[in-house]
């Protein structure tokens, strides 16, 4: 009988066969060490949230469940896919997939934004954003195990930045790794919002790390 050899990934680190693929805001060959820069950035917004349904991917139970390894891997199939898409769009930054739920595969997610110019409508932006995703173009073939998504954007919701009722020590203890948190502190930029350590580069009072 073939036994499978240990998993050396630690604090929810998937293993690929030939790396570990770490969960959010983790770092290190085997995970062990939290990222030295968090950027909470997003959780400021603009933001604009939509739903979009892939019709060519089957979901399974545990896609539900954000730290499983189906979820991970499906998020980040989705999360390159609409970079492509979005790339071009002024003060685009990323996305986050929220939650997936059953019909073919929903997915519910957050696009975040650079804070806009006065004069300009978020509202337009969502709107603009949903028929964006809407006119990229699809593979012909959209059987499941077609390389590339084919998918429907459902909905798009323009959300301001809010005025967090966290102060930034709470944001960074909220959003840093559980058993990592206490390292962590708030660091305001000119451009939003990051949680850093003592080891990260260029911030005040940081030292050299590289021992551990």
Do not use: K
Not at 93 to 112: A, E, K, M, W
Request: hydrophobic share 35%; net charge positive.
């Amino acid at each position: 009988t073939l036994v499978s050899p240990p998993d050396p990934c630690l604090n929810g680190g998937l293993w690929m066969g030939t790396a570990c693929l770490c969960p959010p805001n983790m770092d290190g060959p085997r995970c062990e060490f939290g990222a030295s820069t968090i950027n909470l950035t997003a959780e400021l917004g603009p933001f604009v949230t939509m739903t979009a349904r892939v019709t060519n991917r089957d979901f399974s139970e545990d896609m539900g469940d954000t730290s499983s390894p189906g979820h991970r891997r499906f998020a980040e199939e989705f999360s390159r896919t609409m970079d492509g898409i979005y790339r071009n769009v002024p003060g685009y930054r990323g996305i986050d997939v929220l939650s997936l739920s059953r019909g073919s595969v929903v997915v519910n997610y957050r696009v975040q934004l650079r804070p806009l110019p006065a004069n300009a409508s978020l509202e337009r932006r969502a709107l603009e954003l949903l028929t964006m995703a809407n006119a990229a173009s699809q593979p012909h073939n959209c059987s499941t195990s077609a390389h590339q998504l084919c998918f429907t954007a459902i909905s798009a919701r323009a959300t301001r930045a809010a005025t967090p009722a966290l102060n930034d020590t709470e944001l960074c203890r909220r959003h840093t790794p559980a058993n990592f948190s206490r390292f962590y502190f708030p660091h305001r930029t000119a451009n939003g919002l990051l949680c850093v350590t003592n080891c990260t580069l260029n911030v005040p009072g940081s030292f050299d790390c590289h021992r551990g």
